[in-house]
């Protein structure tokens, strides 16, 4: 098992060594991406500065406590577009054979999938999600506690984790159909306006769709329940914070699964 590690590690860090090496090949490209992300997802945060400036709360939320929202969903945004980017390509990698890659190597194909795209120049969506979410912290009074740095770091990687299994079950539908970016843009639209808002300020019926079968609330908005004392349109039971790690390690399982089924039925395209 130790030998099994060692080796998965050692060709996840040769992958990262390439991909980081293919990426600085082209030094202007990353000072376009260091220039534009920030400004972004800063120009997102002064809309929404002047928008509150007249109607002065948001679905009851007022300013620093959507800043905190937007910030606690850019970090696990930030986290997935550096380790899961090529779940989003993963309908391109079937159509030229990049997956027939995959299968013929000795090695489980949804490490190689993951592992084979370390994406250095998604960093730079981490550095305006910082920014913004310790502004947020600071404009909320959030207690820098032991308690509640434990429960941040369980938000963040269990909103990592219901982003990337959303993206990982809609790559795997191209198994069957081919395509699947449509699904995919969709997804990325639905994620900025579900988990960078309160879900309070959406119908009842979309706040029980992103509660209960798209779990993306579970992302920032009832975590941020939690930390600033605000109240849910549902009654949740325990801690909203640590539903999150919870859900996300249910929903990575069932896409995992998901994967599997799709990867007995993948067929080449032949390309």
């Known amino acids: 098992m130790a030998a099994a590690f060692k080796h ?4 996840a860090a040769c992958f990262m060594r390439l991909t980081i090496q293919r990426q600085l090949e082209y030094p202007l490209f990353l000072v376009s991406w260091l220039v534009m992300i920030p400004i972004q997802y800063f120009s997102g945060i002064w809309v929404l500065q002047m928008i509150l400036s007249r109607f002065h709360t948001l679905g009851g939320w007022e300013f620093p406590e959507l800043t905190f929202i937007f910030g606690l969903s850019l970090l696990s945004h930030g986290l997935l577009v550096v380790f899961f980017i090529n ?33 250095f120049i998604g960093l730079i969506d981490l550095i305006p999600g910082t920014i913004i979410f310790l502004y947020g912290c600071s404009q909320i009074g959030f207690e ?4 509640n740095i434990c429960k941040l770091i ?4 269990g909103g990592v984790l219901i982003r990337a299994s959303l993206f990982i079950c809609l790559g795997t539908i191209a198994f069957w159909t081919k395509r699947s970016a449509s699904l995919v843009g969709f997804a990325l639209s639905m994620l900025e306006r579900g988990a960078m808002y309160p879900l309070t300020i959406y119908p009842y ?65 032949g390309s």
């Open 8 to 11: 998965y590690g050692s060709v």
């Open 87 to 119: 779940t989003w390509h993963m309908d391109n990698m079937v159509i030229n054979g990049g997956f027939d890659r995959l299968l013929l190597r000795p090695l489980n194909v949804f490490f190689q999938l993951i592992s084979s795209y370390f994406n």
């Open 144 to 147: 820098w506690s032991l308690v």
């Open 154 to 157: 369980l938000v963040v990687i």
């Open 205 to 269: 019926a979309i706040q029980v769709l992103f509660t209960f079968l798209i779990p993306i609330g579970f992302i920032s908005f009832y975590p941020a329940v939690e930390f600033t004392g605000k109240t849910s349109g549902f009654h949740i039971p325990f801690d909203l914070a640590l539903w999150t790690p919870v859900i996300g390690i249910v929903c990575f399982v069932l896409s995992q699964q998901l994967f599997k089924l799709g990867l007995k039925n993948y067929e080449s395209a």
